[in-house]
């Protein structure tokens, strides 16, 4: 028979649930056809935060309005790629992107400048545009040219001056190959730079564009089981949230009490030796992951400290939303970010007007 939820015999990593604003997974969808994606959200909408169409999918995406549709109808938030606002900035189209992404339906947009080398000017103008029009902002820092030196002191400069301009998130570069920007040309994590975001503390949420595995299990490893991640592909959608709960190799021993009386503790997380790689001489600052490592350490044990939802990311409820035994959403929330606000069912989401007609 259908097990209808999910067991209870392990102490794992305590997560948040939606709606959050943190531990949210940012899927890619580089062109996952409508059946699949449907099928997709039936089975694990509670997992997804956001949707994001890659680069300039959305423009070419027949099906882009019944997916839109579709994700709203499974409270996942649907953004247009940052790449493809680019293109219109680069025609003098800006104006005409809001206003076909209004017309589609999307929640958000993604303002980046790593495909065109936007000046700062633009894309503090893009960015209080896209709030004017109503959208929520995901602003990306850095760029896609792996020439352009990534300087700890420049992202946090760039992303204050976005969060000054009205944006809500603060995508960290990576990319869909996971090797330019937040990564090093192998893929390794640039300790450096997750440390300069981390100095915005509670400031806004930062999202970490992390489509590999390694990846991934460093900064849980690092920031905890409830770290922003993007770019996971949505094949990887359950995979991700096992290794959030400590339930992959890479994250089992950092994330999971140990009560074998045999056990041997693991001295260093498995994802934390990709911050070996970074290269100090490139950046002009030391890398260091220790006090990041310590900081996930606690975090998890005050987490497990927590009581846990009956169905953190459970069967859904019949408005649609996760269910939990005090019918809201949890608040286990790390140091890095802020807590995740309940939101109001009764107001409109800015953007996510039904599709109508076009001109």
């Known amino acids: 028979m259908p097990i209808s939820e999910s067991p209870r015999f392990l102490e794992t990593a305590a997560r948040t649930s939606k709606p959050r604003r943190d531990g949210i997974t940012h899927v890619i969808d580089k062109g996952t056809p409508l059946a699949a994606v449907n099928e997709l959200l039936e089975a694990h909408g509670p997992l997804i935060d956001v949707w994001k169409f890659g680069f300039g999918t959305a423009y070419v995406d027949g099906t882009v309005g019944a997916k839109v549709e579709l994700l709203r109808g499974h409270e996942v938030r649907a953004c247009p790629g940052g790449t493809l606002l680019e293109a219109a900035w680069w025609q003098g189209r800006s104006e005409e992107f809001f206003e076909w992404a209004g017309w589609v339906g999307f929640d958000c947009v993604e303002v980046s400048r790593g495909a065109t080398g936007l000046p700062a ?15 929520e902002v995901f602003a990306e820092v ?12 420049e992202w946090l400069e760039e992303a ?6 009205g ?6 570069e990576g990319r869909e190959s996971g090797t330019v920007g937040l990564y090093a040309a192998d893929g390794s994590v640039r300790a450096d730079l997750v440390e300069a975001l981390a100095r915005l503390g509670e400031e806004a949420p930062v999202v970490y564009e992390a489509p590999l595995r390694q990846q991934q299990a460093w900064l849980v490893n690092h920031l905890g089981a409830n770290v922003n991640l993007a770019n996971i592909a949505p094949a990887e959608v359950l995979g991700v949230e096992a290794l959030r709960q400590g339930l992959r190799s890479d994250t089992l021993r950092t994330s999971l009490p140990s009560r074998a009386p045999d056990a041997i503790p693991d001295p260093e997380p498995l994802g934390g030796r990709a911050s070996r790689h970074a290269n100090p001489a490139r950046t002009g600052e030391a890398v260091g992951s220790v006090d990041l490592t310590r900081a996930a350490r606690e975090r998890s044990e005050r987490e497990r400290e927590t009581p846990r939802p009956d169905t953190a990311v459970g069967p859904r409820g019949a408005a649609g939303a996760p269910t939990t035994s005090a019918g809201a959403a949890a608040t286990h929330t790390t140091s890095l970010h802020r807590p995740a606000p309940v939101a109001d069912a009764s107001e409109p989401v800015p953007g996510a007007g039904s599709p109508r007609p076009g001109p």
């Open 142 to 153: 850095g760029s896609k040219d792996p020439d352009e030196p990534a300087l700890p002191s």
């Open 160 to 165: 204050r001056s976005d969060l000054d301009c």
């Open 121 to 135: 000017s633009s894309k503090s103008g893009l960015i209080a545009t896209a709030c004017d029009h109503g959208f």
């Open 167 to 172: 944006a809500r998130w603060l995508v960290a």
